[in-house]
């Protein structure tokens, strides 16, 4: 992060992403009022009772989850470097009926005054960490934000899924499984930025790129630790929408540490 290019790249046309893929927000805070804590599986088991405490979800996108935190009882936040996701989020929000606190900012541009231990709950979760070409500042925020005793949890997709395997087959039945990758390879990689496929017809073919940097899992650990946090847990995940598809190779990861 921390790039102006890739900056604007997140301020384009987000807020008609999130329209096509969840509806309008009125729509959208309608299912999760229904059932607040589908929208948070399975992380959610990891934050104990949030009633009454206070979250931070870090590159917090839409804020689908701290809207769902907030209907939980929490005080929820977001920090996002995109002014469409904060649109979307706080129209969001008000149609579900609750506050949250809406920061838009690069993680990494953040002034040291903005990072205080106030948090009980920091996560961030699916596709975070290979945006950082550092990890090492990433965490240190995370740190930063909790208060002492705070949980910091990460969900992200298992580098065995990202970087060594690829798939082919839309079935569980015909899924076919190549090992073509390098693990270690440090290299950056140009992708096509993560909300371009909710984007209208048209509108997908001007959006820009962003680099990734996929992390092996031991350099993640590392990081974290190397953070001042202290792990407490890291689960490997199969598939947790199927049991047959992909079975056998890891999809996610989730990492639990706390602040001491």
């Known amino acids: 992060m921390n790039n102006n290019t890739e900056e604007n790249v997140w301020n384009e046309d987000t807020y008609e992403a999130w329209i096509k893929r969840f509806g309008t927000p009125k729509e959208a805070a309608e299912k999760i009022r229904k059932n607040p804590s589908v929208k948070l599986f399975p992380i959610l088991q990891y934050f104990g009772d949030v009633k009454g405490r206070k979250v931070l979800n870090l590159m917090g996108s839409n804020g689908v989850k701290a809207v769902a935190l907030s209907l939980l009882g929490a005080e929820a936040a977001v920090l996002d470097i995109s002014e469409g996701n904060k649109r979307y989020a706080l129209e969001l929000a008000a149609e579900a009926g609750v506050d949250i606190k809406y920061t838009v900012s690069d993680i990494l541009d953040l002034p040291g005054n903005e990072l205080k231990p106030e948090y009980d709950i920091v996560f961030a979760e699916l596709g975070i960490v290979h945006y950082f070409t550092d990890l090492k500042p990433f965490f240190e925020a995370a ?20 970087k060594l395997i690829s798939s082919r087959g839309s079935t569980a039945k015909v899924r076919k ?77 989730t990492l639990v540490a706390n602040k001491v």
């Open 143 to 162: 740190y930063s934000f909790l208060k002492k005793g705070g949980r910091f949890v990460l969900r992200d997709f298992h580098p065995v899924s990202t």
């Open 177 to 253: 499984h190549k090992v073509d990758g390098d693990y270690f390879d440090t290299s950056l990689e140009e992708k096509e930025v993560s909300f371009a496929k909710y984007l209208p017809e048209g509108v997908v073919e001007e959006t820009r790129t962003v680099y990734w940097r996929r992390w092996t899992l031991g350099e993640v650990v590392t990081a974290a630790a190397d953070s001042g946090l202290t792990i407490r847990m890291l689960s490997e995940e199969p598939n947790l929408s199927s049991e047959v598809f992909d079975k056998g190779i890891p999809k996610t990861y």
